[in-house]
């Protein structure tokens, strides 16, 4: 596997400025690339014009170009990694990211540039399009995709923003109970929990936890923790 993905659970750790807490892992993971090829179709309330100029603002060491105002987007990402480009997905609504994505024709490059070693990097839903499926995001099924296949980066189901508080008088499903509802159907298949201000990188083959905080693996009826900068290169190697 030749993926270069940075996975990023959130754009912002509770109080901070937009991509304040990533910057760091960003600008690390792209090494000396800085034109980042960002993809904006995530967001719904607000224009992508308005997206884009928002992480170009969180990060002014970088010139960012929304796909959205390409004349070819599929061609723009086959030739990003030659153009010295760094596909960029960013967080908002997942089924209405992977919808655009499936209308675009795009699924398919995406996943054979970063194949090809275009470094990735994705927050929020741009990170839970790297799994098998879109299955285990939090987001509300505003648009019906054709698909819930996802990018497969990763051969798991991902959880980004994940959280174990229960409010008090709170009566409806907690997350652990929503994770594993999946995996009583899917049992064989892992399930990726991820806390906001951390993120999994996946570079050379190996897989991190980056970040100060634990995250969780959920496999059929057991709930591991994860410890931070933990190797979890093991579960790109699974079977289910």
Known sequence: MTAHALMLSSSRQGDEAYLEHARPHILAHLGDIRDLLF??????????DEYVNKVAEALPECNVTGLH????????????KENGQS?????????????????????????????????????????????????TTNDMPIIEPP???????????????????????????????????????????PVVAIREGTALTLTDSKLELAGDKEGYVFLGNEKSPIAPGADLTELLNREG
């Not at 105002?69 to 990003?80: G, K, M, Q, R």
């Not at 819930?148 to 652990?176: C, K, M």
């Open 39 to 48: 993809v904006p179709y995530a967001a719904v309330t607000g224009t992508y």
């Open 69 to 80: 105002t390409v004349e070819d987007p599929v061609s723009a990402i086959n030739h990003a």
């Open 87 to 135: 596909i960029v997905v960013g967080g908002g609504n997942t089924f209405h990211l992977l919808s655009t994505l499936y209308a675009g024709a795009l699924v398919v490059p995406i996943k054979h540039a970063i194949a090809d070693a275009t470094p990735y990097i994705g927050w929020s839903a741009g990170s839970n399009i790297c799994g098998q499926s879109i299955r």
């Open 147 to 189: 698909s819930f296949e996802a990018l497969s980066i990763v051969p798991f189901q991902l959880n980004p923003h994940y959280t174990d508080y229960q409010p008090e008088g709170f009566n409806g499903e907690t997350r652990d109970q929503r994770l594993f509802e999946f995996t009583a159907l899917n049992p064989s298949t």
